[in-house]
């Protein structure tokens, strides 16, 4: 039950804020699980920290930035819908639940890379395109820690 309270908190973690991490800690040293919670508390702060946008810039995108987190947050929900199945499981998972939820896991990967490169292409028609690669690694970094924390929560099949 542990577990699956843990597993549940990290999956919900990706759309819900918690407070920040200390600011006084350079960006260098902080731990994943800190900037997880300064990308919870924050996410479009440390976006707009990271990217140096002119004002003309801003103005244009923030509305594609809005629009892009609120088409990612499909996919990233049956992804952790399928986590948390898998958790409540427990040790009672079947062949046909595994493969299940793995596909409901890669069809949510699939289309989030499908977000990410329809983003990246509006992204290059309203900024130059090393501030649209900017932001693009930005959000990568952000989702790889966010996703490598709740890795770190879900345990392996058994």
């Not at 002119?54 to 930035?65: G, H, I, Q, V």
């Not at 499981?89 to 062949?95: E, F, G, N, P, Y």
Request: glycine share 2%.
């Amino acid at each position: 039950m542990k577990t699956f309270l843990f597993a549940a908190g990290c999956a919900i973690a990706l759309s819900v804020f918690m407070p920040a991490a200390a600011q006084e800690k350079a960006a260098t040293q902080l731990t994943s699980a800190e900037w997880l919670a300064r990308i919870q508390a924050d996410k479009k702060g440390v976006v707009a920290k990271s990217m140096d946008l002119t004002p003309d810039e801003a103005n244009r995108f923030w509305p594609l930035y809005d629009a892009f987190q609120r088409e990612l947050a499909v996919p990233q929900s049956a992804s952790n819908r399928a986590a948390l199945d898998y958790v409540a499981a427990d040790h009672k998972l079947t062949d046909a639940n595994a493969q299940r939820l793995m596909e409901q896991v890669l069809a949510a990967a699939k289309e989030e890379a499908r977000l990410h490169d329809r983003h990246f292409r509006r992204l290059l028609k309203v900024l130059p395109a090393r501030k649209a690669a900017r932001y693009v690694q930005i959000e990568n970094k952000m989702q790889a820690i966010v996703r490598y924390e709740s890795a770190k929560a879900i345990p392996l099949v058994q």
